[in-house]
């Protein structure tokens, strides 16, 4: 035999052999890919699929939210429709979801007033020689105690941001508000503002004496741009 006919003769046997390593090592990967797969995918009979906690609001998380307990249909002073909200129980207060639409982008203050009263043109109940839109729902909703100033009221909620397409929705929890206080004898009322509410932050390099009487009233939210009746949820 000759070198060149040996040399032929070891690449073949060389070759051989690598085809059946690859062949057991596919034959091996497969097998375990079905093993694998199994166990990765788990036993759907035995085996609950992940589930996600839903507050009343739609929302995932874990505020625990219970039954919507009132809601709120939102108008302007033209009596058109602005959107919708509703409070429902939760673990630690209450959650408050706010869906609007139809109003100007940017920031609106927003908040509880304390009379359930959604008058387009109404007198002011502490200076009657003033008329608004909105006006007879009266101030922020103080509290039990009824001597807070803003924005420790217990109406004042997070300031609402709008889209460019007028768009807004905000799902917010409190533990100031509950069923007693938003139903009460005179009841409540959701109310967007015109303009941003500051939440009384006015550093002293701007006013060395603190924020105004009127800016802790209500945050110089502007004018009322929306309200909504809080009503219970039969």
Known sequence: MTARTVTVARRARRGATFAALSAAA???????TSDDS??????????????????AAGE??????????????LKNPNGEARGTAEFAKADGGTL????ATGLTPG?????????????PDSANPTNPEER????????HLAGPNGEASHPEHAGDLPTLYVAEDGTARIVTLTDRLDRDLLLDEDGSALMVHEKSDNLANIPERYAPAGADEDTKKAGDGGSRIACGVVTEQK
């Open 26 to 32: 596919l034959l091996a990967a497969s097998c375990g």
């Open 38 to 55: 199994s166990a990765a995918q788990g036993d759907t009979g035995s085996q609950p699929a992940a589930t996600t906690t839903v507050t």
């Open 60 to 73: 995932e998380g874990g505020a625990g939210g219970g039954e919507v307990f009132a809601t709120a249909e």
């Open 96 to 99: 408050v979801t706010v869906n």
């Open 107 to 119: 920031f609106h203050g927003l908040h509880i007033h304390g009379a359930g009263l959604c008058e």
């Open 132 to 139: 608004g839109a909105f006006l007879s729902a009266g101030g």
